[in-house]
C-alpha cells in the first residue's frame, strides 16, 4: 500500500523562525510531488511542486531527496499568516492515469 | 471567473437517506476527482474520473457512486450504504493534458448525517 507520511505536529513557532518539515514516501516509483497548505475549514491550495533540482519561491524552499524518499518544505522568517496545515502530496503513475496521495498533513502555529 | 463550485457549503440529511453533491467547473479540465476528509486526516481518494463517460474507484468507494456524462459536471451520491458519512467533502480537478501538473479544489462541502 502506498503511504505517505508527515509528523502531524504542531509546529509551534515565533513570528521570524525557520522551520522545516519533511515527508516521506514508501513508493519509489512515485513521480510528480507538491506541498499544498489548507486553512482550518477550508480547501487545500498549492503552495509549490517539488522539482528534483530543489525550488524555491520568495521564503519557501521545497527539496526532493529520491534515494531516501523524503521530501522536504523550508519555511524562513515565518509570519502569523504561515499559520496552516501543511499537507504533503505525492503522485504515482497508475495504467493511463495520474493518482495522488495526500498525507495527512503538519499543523503549523507562528505565534507573536 | 474560472474555478470548480461545490454546492450546497453545509448540508444536513437524516440516516438512511441518498444525498447528491454537486462538483461544476468552468476550467476546461478533464480529471476530477472526489474526496473525504475526516478531522485530523488527510484527503482520502473516493473517485476520480480521467474523461468523460469514465470513472474508476478510489481507496473507500464503497457506499458512494459518481457520474460523468459531461466534462464539467462530477457529482458526487452518498448512499445508505455508506457507514460514517459525515465528512467534509472536497471535488478537485486537473488538467489530463500535462502529466505532472496539480490539482484544483473547491470549497468543499460539509455533509452532517443526524
Known amino acids: 500500500r502506498k503511504e505517505v507520511e508527515q509528523d502531524p505536529g504542531p509546529f509551534n513557532v515565533p513570528e521570524g523562525a525557520t522551520v522545516a518539515f519533511n515527508c516521506t514516501y514508501s513508493?519509489?516509483?512515485?513521480?510528480?510531488f507538491f506541498w499544498y497548505r489548507q486553512d482550518c475549514r477550508k480547501e487545500p491550495k498549492l503552495l509549490m511542486s517539488v522539482y528534483s533540482s530543489g525550488n524555491e519561491d520568495g521564503r519557501f524552499t521545497a527539496q526532493l531527496n529520491r534515494a531516501s524518499q523524503y521530501i522536504s518544505l523550508l519555511i524562513r522568517d515565518s509570519k502569523l499568516s504561515d499559520s496552516a496545515t501543511y499537507l504533503c502530496v505525492v503522485k504515482d503513475r497508475a495504467g493511463g492515469s495520474y493518482i495522488p496521495t495526500f498525507g495527512r498533513g503538519t499543523s503549523l502555529i507562528v505565534h507573536p | 471567473d474560472g474555478g470548480i463550485t461545490q454546492s450546497p457549503k453545509y448540508l444536513f440529511r437524516k440516516e438512511g437517506q441518498n444525498v447528491t453533491l454537486s462538483c461544476e467547473q468552468n476550467l476546461n479540465h478533464d480529471a476530477m476527482y472526489w474526496y473525504r476528509q475526516d478531522p485530523g486526516q488527510g484527503l482520502r481518494l473516493i473517485y476520480y474520473?480521467?474523461?468523460?463517460?469514465?470513472?474508476q474507484k478510489g481507496d473507500i468507494a464503497e457506499g458512494y457512486s459518481v457520474s460523468r456524462e459531461k466534462k464539467e459536471s462530477f457529482p458526487l451520491t452518498v448512499t445508505s450504504a455508506q457507514k460514517n458519512p459525515t465528512a467534509f467533502y472536497l471535488c478537485?480537478?486537473?488538467?489530463?493534458?500535462?502529466?505532472?501538473?496539480?490539482?484544483?479544489f473547491g470549497p468543499g462541502t460539509r455533509l452532517t448525517v443526524l
Open positions: 478537485a480537478s486537473r488538467n489530463g493534458q500535462v502529466d505532472y501538473n496539480e490539482q484544483f
Open positions: 474520473s480521467q474523461i468523460v463517460n469514465d470513472f
Open positions: 513508493n519509489s516509483a512515485s513521480q510528480s
